[in-house]
T-cell receptor, first 113, second 113 residues
């Protein structure tokens, strides 16, 4: 069975541009999580969904960030406009909701110039 | 609120030596505990987990961890480290509000030959 799939794996963009990160969770998983990892702040939870509904977006840094989950097999994290301080690795993870276990994708390394 | 402390930012061990990575958590009830490993440029891979029962749990790659309620600890051990174990290791506790995980800051393991 395929794991969590993220695309693109690397993204380089210029400040002010829109960036869209994509995630396909493991089939059958009801929970989907978006994280950001930086050297300074470590691993931060941005938002998570249950059955395609956003449950907790308290980690979203500001209005420039938005996330959607239109169906059970696809989610996007959008940054508009992007800024250099958004440069980080963004991870998507999914889980069944049993015992908080989560499975991580390979991440998208975002560089904003 | 739940929290996880990994007191060692960096650890260096010789190949073949034993390893112990420390993890302390703060949580009011019986926690769900996890150890993840992240190799450079990769996502987080689940090493092992504790939900209940036997306090010594076995994981992949020859790792084990012991849950000690009296010390609020969940230390990760390996009897003989291999060069391929060089990576960053994260301890995490399952939060009781939703299915979130709270991660420690991570410990970077270096293996010298």
């Amino acid at each position: 069975d395929a794991g969590v799939i993220q695309s693109p794996r690397h993204e380089v963009t210029e400040m002010g541009q829109e960036v869209t990160l994509r995630c396909k969770p493991i089939s059958g998983h009801d929970y989907l999580f978006w994280y950001r990892q930086t050297m300074m702040r470590g691993l931060e939870l941005l938002i998570y969904f249950n059955n395609n509904v956003p449950i907790d977006d308290s980690g979203m840094p500001e209005d420039r960030f938005s996330a959607k989950m239109p169906n059970a097999s696809f989610s996007t994290l959008k940054i508009q406009p992007s800024e250099p301080r958004d440069s980080a690795v963004y991870f998507c993870a999914s889980g069944t909701g049993i015992n908080n276990e989560q499975f991580f994708g390979p991440g998208t390394r975002l560089t904003v110039l | 609120a739940q929290s996880v402390t990994q007191p060692d930012i960096h650890i260096t061990v010789s190949e073949g030596a034993s390893l112990e990575l420390r993890c302390n958590y703060s949580y009011g009830a019986t926690p769900y505990l996890f150890w993840y490993v992240q190799s450079p440029g990769q996502g987080l891979q689940l090493l092992l987990k504790y939900f209940s029962g036997d306090t010594l749990v076995q994981g992949i790659k020859g790792f084990e961890a012991e849950f000690k309620r009296s010390q609020s600890s969940f230390n990760l051990r390996k009897p003989s480290v291999h060069w391929s174990d060089a990576a960053e290791y994260f301890c995490a506790v399952g939060a009781n509000n939703g299915n979130k995980l709270v991660f420690g800051a991570g410990t970077i393991l270096r293996v010298k030959s």
